[in-house]
């Protein structure tokens, strides 16, 4: 099953009550947050609704693996390391917890421990615009495989 990376790219203000129900359903309570999900109508129909706060796009495996060791984190904020996965969940390394996550229908936050959102740092050489959508030269809304160019200079 295809999966999805969210990044939040604008703040608070101006925000309906509705779209920041949606942002903290998605776990996304702060700007510069990334969560991963599956490509369902469900997840579909909540980004549509809060599209005006946020960019998706399709998740590539190897970025979803440099996130989990670079950014992910378990409660008490240990590190994801192959000891701590051994240890904390039923997967024997991080490469099996990736590809598990990836390939099968399990979310992130299906896994007992693990926080199922990213802190990242704002992007290098920042966003283009938080007020336009992607396909309009700004940077919300879909973007296809582009996210992962948008990650990866978040990390």
């Known amino acids: 099953m295809n999966k999805l990376a969210v990044v939040r790219i604008r703040g608070e203000p101006d925000l309906k009550k509705e779209v920041k129900d949606t942002l903290k359903m998605l776990n996304l309570e702060r700007t510069n947050q990334c969560t991963v999900i599956n490509d369902e109508p469900t997840y579909r129909g909540m980004l549509d609704r809060c599209k005006e706060a946020v960019t998706w796009g399709s998740l590539d495996s190897e970025v979803l693996k440099k996130l989990l060791l670079e950014r992910g984190e378990f409660d008490g904020g ?78």
């Open 78 to 155: 240990k590190e994801i390391t192959d000891e701590n996965v051994e240890e904390r969940t039923p997967f024997g390394s991080v490469e099996e917890l990736v590809e598990t996550v990836y390939e099968e229908d399990l979310d992130l936050s299906d896994i007992d421990n693990l926080k199922p959102m990213f802190r990242l740092h704002p992007p290098k050489k920042g966003y283009n615009s938080v007020t336009r959508s992607f396909g309009n030269g700004g940077s919300k809304g879909f973007r296809g495989e582009k996210i992962n160019d948008l990650i990866l200079r978040m990390i």
